[in-house]
């Protein structure tokens, strides 16, 4: 699992995400991202090949994280699975104001 730059602004988050693996991918991606200078952070989950709910305590993280530091944030491609979890934990509503516009 990994979070990448892929081009200034746009981030692409792949692999396996879950209980074991949400602290280091939540460490390495809170590093990356306090390292740009970008306004704007937006992360693609396209390459997140299985998730849980721990998932969704990484993409709430940096949503804080970009807060924190005056960011607007935004997660596209995010896997069918992970939406309905955001549904059944009730945090649909933030998750669908963090969406990227242009899915």
Do not use: Y
Not at 24 to 46: A, C, N, Y
């Amino acid at each position: 699992m990994s979070l990448e730059l892929v081009e200034p602004g746009h981030f692409k988050l792949s692999g396996i995400i879950n209980f074991e693996t949400a602290p280091v991918i939540e460490l390495q991606g809170r590093k990356l991202l306090e390292s740009t200078s970008e306004d704007r952070w937006e992360i693609s989950l396209r390459g997140v090949s299985q998730a849980d709910s721990s998932a969704l305590s990484v993409c709430l993280s940096w949503v804080r994280l970009a807060r924190e530091h005056n960011k607007s944030i935004c997660f596209s491609s995010m896997p069918v699975k992970l939406k309905a979890l955001a549904q059944v934990c009730g945090i649909q509503g933030l998750i669908n104001s963090v969406s990227c516009l242009a899915e």
